[in-house]
C-alpha cells in the first residue's frame, strides 16, 4: 500500500501541471489565492459529507468513505499547488511541521482557550 510523502505528492502536482500548462495558470504567488480558494471549496465539500451523512457512515458505507477520501485527496492537492505557488519545498514545511509539533506538546491548550476566552468578554 502506498504511503506518499509531501515530495511525491508536490511532484505529482508538477506533473499534472506540466501537462496542463498551456491551459492552466503558472504556479506563482499571484496564483495562490485561486488555489487556496479551491481548497476550501473541497473543504466545504468534505464538511457537507459529514453534515448530510455523518461520521458513523463515513466510517460505515464503503462508497461514502471513498467520497469523502477522494474529497479529502482534492484538499491535499490544492494544497501542493498552494504551497509551490510560493515555492514553499516539501523540507521547509516538514521542517516547520516538526517545529510547530515540538512547540505543541508544551503547550496547555485547555488553560490557553479559557484565558483567551476571558479576554474576548
Known amino acids: 500500500m502506498a ?11 508538477k506533473e499534472l501541471w506540466e501537462k496542463n500548462k498551456e491551459k492552466w495558470p503558472e504556479m506563482t504567488p499571484s496564483h495562490a489565492r485561486t488555489s487556496m480558494l479551491w481548497m476550501m471549496a473541497e473543504m466545504g465539500e468534505a464538511a457537507q459529507i459529514m453534515k448530510k451523512r455523518g461520521e458513523d457512515d463515513i ?5 461514502l468513505r471513498e ?4 474529497e479529502l485527496t482534492d484538499i491535499l492537492m490544492y494544497f501542493s499547488n ?3 505557488c510560493f515555492s514553499i519545498t516539501p523540507e521547509e ?3 516547520a511541521y516538526i517545529q510547530k509539533h515540538n512547540k505543541n506538546l508544551d503547550r496547555d491548550f485547555y488553560n ?4 483567551y476566552l476571558r479576554q474576548t468578554k
Do not use: A
Request: net charge negative.
Open 3 to 13: 504511503n506518499l510523502t509531501l515530495s511525491d505528492m508536490m511532484d505529482m502536482q
Open 59 to 63: 466510517m460505515k458505507d464503503e462508497f
Open 67 to 70: 467520497e469523502f477520501v477522494t
Open 82 to 84: 498552494f504551497c509551490m
Open 93 to 95: 514545511l516538514s521542517n
Open 112 to 115: 490557553e482557550r479559557r484565558n
